[in-house]
């Protein structure tokens, strides 16, 4: 069973930053996605970056220039780094493993102040 733990949420003020980071373990195959998706009250969650197990990424166009996502793959760990947050980026960030199936995270409340 793949476990995805999450970490780096929190407050920041608008133009903040933050880390997320996002470890998982388990049987987890080495060609695979690995990425985080957000979801804000009342909206429909959505991919906000990925990045393939080859380095290959894919950034929602809202947050392009912003926010950088990577990856370590002999620790099987994605990170999103977001700078220059907005309050629009406020939203649960959920860690996302994409290979045969998909996994989830637990989720991780991100909230941008104004």
């Known amino acids: 069973q793949v476990q995805l733990v999450e970490s780096g949420g929190g407050l920041v003020q608008a133009g903040g930053s933050l880390r997320l980071s996002c470890a998982a373990s388990?049987?987890?195959?080495?060609?695979?996605?690995m990425g985080w998706y957000r979801q804000a009250p009342g909206k429909q969650r959505e991919l906000v970056a990925r990045?393939?197990?080859?380095?290959?990424?894919n950034y929602a166009d809202s947050v392009k220039g912003r926010f950088t996502i990577s990856r370590d793959n002999a620790k099987n760990t994605v990170y999103l780094q977001m700078n220059s947050l907005e309050p629009e980026d406020t939203a649960v960030y959920y860690c996302n493993l994409a290979e045969l199936r998909q996994y989830w995270g637990q989720g991780t409340q991100v909230t941008v102040s104004s």
């Open positions: 990045i393939s197990s080859g380095g290959s990424t």
């Open positions: 388990g049987r987890i195959f080495s060609i695979n996605y």
